[in-house]
């Protein structure tokens, strides 16, 4: 029997977020770097969620020496294979889609194998046994949006670091970006900038 896993999926959602870096936006909402199942698809899958965590810039460049940085051992030539890939951000929605539902038919199989052993090992309460089951099932269906959450708490952590350390600033008269010769305007958006 062969595992639920989509490659050509995985390898289409990487594709899209190297070519087009603002589609992570659309990936770090559905996905998480465990739900890919080829542990090369992992490792990038992850380089490219803290490079978006710390809203920086994901391309060819900054992945790999981010992924260096991290002694994680990724090709290069690998992440220039997918880049080549004619992966289009239209097309981003399903596959995200697939890969999902393939991590989670992967959850499933544990969880099923998991109560079968519980079932054929089991010499206690049938009542138990089912009452565990269904925990087990459970957790499974509320587990995406546990991921997220945590995801997002990460996020919020980074993202208040950032704004401790840009008002720590000194003389910036809480103006970090590109001066507009608004006062009133400059003052209540830091000024002009990109991501923070």
Do not use: W
Not at 14 to 23: D, F, G, K
Not at 61 to 74: A, D, F, I, N, P
Not at 108 to 135: C, H, P, Q, Y
Request: glycine share 4%; with cysteine; aromatic share 4%.
């Amino acid at each position: 029997m062969k595992t639920p896993q989509d490659n050509y999926a995985e390898q289409m959602v990487l594709s899209t977020v190297l070519r087009q870096p603002e589609a992570m936006e659309k990936v770090a909402e559905k996905l998480s770097h465990n739900d890919f199942y080829s542990a090369e698809h992992r490792k990038i899958a992850k380089g490219m969620s803290e490079l978006f965590a710390q809203s920086k810039t994901i391309d060819i460049v900054t992945l790999s020496e981010s992924l260096e940085r991290t002694k994680t051992q990724v090709a290069i030539a690998y992440l220039d294979e997918l880049i080549k890939l004619a992966a289009s951000s239209s097309s981003i929605d399903n596959h995200i889609q697939r890969v999902l539902d393939c991590a989670i038919r992967r959850r499933l199989i544990a969880v099923a194998s998991s109560i079968e052993k519980a079932a054929r090992d089991s010499t206690g309460n049938i009542e138990t046994l089912l009452d565990e089951s269904e925990v087990q099932l459970s957790r499974l269906k509320h587990q995406e949006t546990t991921d997220r959450l945590q995801d997002t708490h990460q996020i919020l952590k980074q993202t208040i670091a950032r704004i401790e350390e840009v008002s720590s600033i000194p003389n910036s008269d809480g103006v970090v970006g590109l001066r507009t010769g608004y006062k009133d305007f400059d003052t209540v958006t830091s000024g002009l900038r990109g991501r923070l």
